[in-house]
């Protein structure tokens, strides 16, 4: 078997200084591969997007402690120098962000922030450069992609600056794309679309995907490969088809229960009760304790580990989870 | 049965758009009549720019009306002026999408309760004890009084949204988009304590929403909007099972199922259908103006601009083939 393209070991990140460091993300690992689509799931505060920005170092810093292993293409991601990691973000590991109105310049053309990117990785010289942002605008999706290059970002719609911010994460050929909430700002009708493309994009360059998102529709949508986070920790991982029809962590099994909206014979909506806690509150046990309704005694005492379980027809892929008192049978 | 308790009578909203010399207005809301009746919860839905909010807006006259009628358990309150209008406030109360943006950073949650107590006439020696009771109603104890909307996470803060809409007793709450800035597990108990609330008060609901599977589940009505207008006004039910508008059906299918096998349909219909084709408020279409985007779509589309009418399966559709 080939090593996966992204290996991700006891990868840990403490955010803050001094007496108000936390610790965002704890004992992190999990692989991706080529062609793969994983996605991270989480409520606001679970430390997804935290491990998203470690990967390529993104939230290393004064205020950002990162710890652990982060193999890229055999590459050894966190003792990079300042050159090797500017040569690894965008070129290797490239992101696409949640607010592309945000994230893209408004004062430069869309087709030259995307030639700009490809000038100063020193993929390009300028005019090819330019002619080959207009080609990533074309397999986007954007209608008219010269004319759309011309354009500035307030003059596209939110659909076309999300297709022209996945064009510019593609600009210097990434072998993973980390897709941050890339469809939440966006309409029903249009969310479907961008998927799509995600999905089609990732297929055709035979690249990896990283999508984070708290949205379970999303997930169902296009991702391969499940991992649920909670309090900065991974609870579980699974293939989706079975992440869907059995999921093992109850912090799984509810949160698909609260995204099926449906009233209950009480006129209710199924809900989870409390809330994620806030990472200096998590003590001794299992994170999910205070709100789990099948909580006992010990799982306020002891922190479950993360397991493998041999998993049958799930073509090898491995179903972890963390938790003393998994559940037993499927979803009906 | 008594009449609703507010309806709209080809109630028009424009919106100014300047540019000196060429400074015009856009229709944002067409002509649009609808009835909200008594305790009923109405839902209405769309996407962004569809005129949902500005709908819900005009029902509560935070926007000058700029044709028709506005009426609100049976005063009309299309002309009424900023004095009048503030007496009948008390009655109408908005809860807003953000959360953070909707408190005053600088009152604490006390102060923000005991204002709205006071401006109802709430003698001075009981404001207290109320904040406190609505705070408890809302599920907050009253430790929350003495601290800053800072203090609290999203769907806290919301929830102290509809308490300060609770403290005038109001019969009418529109929520624009009240838990759409939540986490999933926090949305689900935001909406169950409106439900509840509703029915405990017997309270009139408008729920402005994007999400159509949410507000089928949870409403007894649904309007659709689409380009300032009403598309489809129906019951829930037959809405989410039975659509008649092109564009519900759409809206309908578009919702991402948590569950792979309708998901992944979902996707790859929408890689098949391509990039649609928005209209513009600036430069209308003729005729439908979902014809772009409609599968249905034939010459009268073009030409004629559908009425909303009755269709067989009950309710009301404006569309020129409407979907058995």
Known sequence: MTTPLLQVRGLTARLGTGAAQVTAVSDLGFDVGRGEILAIVGESGSGKTTAAMALSRLNEGPGGQLSGQVLFDGVDVL??????????????????????????????????????????????????????????????????????????????SGGQMQRAMIALGLACDPGLLIADEPTTALDVTVQAQVLALLKSVVARRNMALILITHDLGVVASIADRVLVMYAGRIVEEAEVGRFFAAPRHPYSRDMIRAASIALDASGRLATIPGRPPRPQDIGDGCAYAPRCAQRQADCTTLRPALTVHPTAGDAGLPHRFACLHPIAEALS | MTGPLLSLHDATVRYAVPGGWRARSIAALAPTTLDVHQGELLAIVGESGSGKS????????????????????????????????????????????????????????????????????????????????????????????????????????????????LATDPDLIVADEPVSALDVSVQAQVVNLLLDLKAQRGLTMVFISHDLGLVTAIAQRVCVMYFGRIVEIGLADKIAARPAHPYTAMLNDSVPQPDVVAARATVAAASRAGVADLPSLLNPPTGCAFRSRCPQATGICAQQEPGLVPHAGGGLVACHHPLA
């Open chain 2, 54 to 165: 500005t709908l819900g807006r005009a029902m509560l006259r935070l926007l000058p009306v700029a044709g028709g009628k506005v009426t609100f358990d049976g005063t009309d309150i299309t002309g009424l002026g900023r004095a009048a209008l503030s007496a009948l406030r008390p009655r109408m109360q908005m809860i807003f999408q953000d959360p953070y943006s909707s408190l005053n950073p600088n009152k604490t949650v006390g102060r923000a309760l005991t204002e709205v107590l006071a401006h109802v006439g709430v003698p001075r020696a009981e404001r207290r004890e109320r904040a406190e009771t609505l705070l408890a109603q809302v599920g907050l104890d009253a430790q929350a009084c003495a601290r800053l909307p800072r203090a609290f996470s999203g769907g806290q803060r919301q929830r102290i949204a509809i308490a300060r809409a």
């Open chain 1, 79 to 156: 003792s990079l120098n300042r050159r090797a990691l500017r040569t690894l973000r965008g070129q290797g590991i490239a992101m696409v962000f949640q607010d592309a109105r945000a994230a893209l310049n408004p004062c430069e053309r869309v087709g030259d922030q995307i030639a700009e990117a490809m000038v100063v990785h020193g993929a390009r010289r300028w005019t090819q450069a330019r002619r080959q942002a207009v080609a990533l605008l074309a397999e986007v999706g954007l209608p008219e992609p010269e004319r759309r290059a011309t354009l500035f970002p307030h003059e596209l």
